[in-house]
């Protein structure tokens, strides 16, 4: 167990919808990152949080939204939703500063009919 | 701009074999490497990572890489596999972020590690 949660596990909706994914990082760590996982694009980053503040963008459609809440926990927020949407999101989350270690959580696999 | 590459998508050993999975990156800069392991249906648990200290780094469960700048390489070995071992392996990069730690990682497309009796 890495100490990352994210909900929900499974998200099945359908094209055209919106969906909010949620994740709370480990006890402490101030960094959130979201990352995308397809058969066809492989893993990729989306977007990264520090403290917050949006630190670092990937290769996050504009269709794609996050954020970091005070209390740490972040979502992404993914709207007009179409088939090649379908994938695992993982959440991962580090301490921040010097810590380059990564820590990912279980990710939520959505389904977009 | 990053990029990480492995070679072979599938590896098979024998139970007790070496285990050896390529990993070679591209960076402008010093890297930050990583390897991390994806159990099926489960998220991506670290192995090991390289932040610039010793060259050969030992990870969790018997695994270990080296380093090597003069190759870019930094490729994963286990001297004798187990079953358990078989899963998705993943080598990452990254940069030094803007003060928040690392950015996001680059991966690398994955080997799939099957595991002969």
């Known amino acids: 167990d890495s100490g990352v949660t994210q909900t929900p596990k499974h998200l099945i909706t359908a094209t055209g919808q919106r969906v909010t994914l949620r994740c709370s990082p480990r006890?402490?760590?101030?960094?959130v990152y979201w990352y995308q996982q397809s058969l066809d694009q492989g893993l990729q980053f989306l977007i990264q949080?520090?403290?917050?503040?949006?630190?670092a963008k990937g290769n996050i459609l504009e269709r794609f939204s996050a954020q970091q809440f005070p209390d740490l926990h972040s979502e992404l927020n993914l709207s007009s939703l179409e088939l090649g949407d379908s994938a695992l999101y993982f959440c991962?989350?580090?301490?921040?500063?010097?810590?380059?270690?990564?820590?990912f959580g279980p990710g939520t696999r959505l389904t977009v009919l | 701009a990053q990029s990480v590459t492995q070679l072979g998508s599938h590896v098979s050993v024998s139970e007790g074999a070496l285990v050896l999975l390529r990993c070679n990156y591209s960076?402008?800069?010093?890297?930050?490497l990583f390897w991390y392991v994806q159990y099926p249906n489960q998220g991506l648990q670290l192995l090991l990572k390289?932040?610039?200290?010793?060259?050969l780094v030992k990870g969790i469960n018997g695994f270990e890489a080296e380093f090597k700048k003069s190759e870019t390489s930094f490729h994963l070995t286990k001297p004798s596999a187990h079953m358990s071992d078989a899963a998705e392996y993943f080598c990452?990069?990254?940069?030094?972020?803007?003060?928040?730690?690392?950015?996001?990682?680059?991966f690398g497309k994955g080997t799939h590690l099957i595991i002969q009796p």
């Open positions: 991962a989350s580090s301490a921040g500063g010097t810590s380059w270690t990564q820590y």
């Open positions: 006890s402490g760590d101030l960094s």
């Open positions: 949080y520090y403290n917050g503040e949006e630190r």
């Open positions: 960076s402008s800069v010093p890297p930050y």
């Open positions: 390289y932040t610039s200290a010793a060259t």
């Open positions: 990452a990069v990254s940069d030094q972020g803007s003060g928040g730690g690392a950015d996001g990682l680059t």
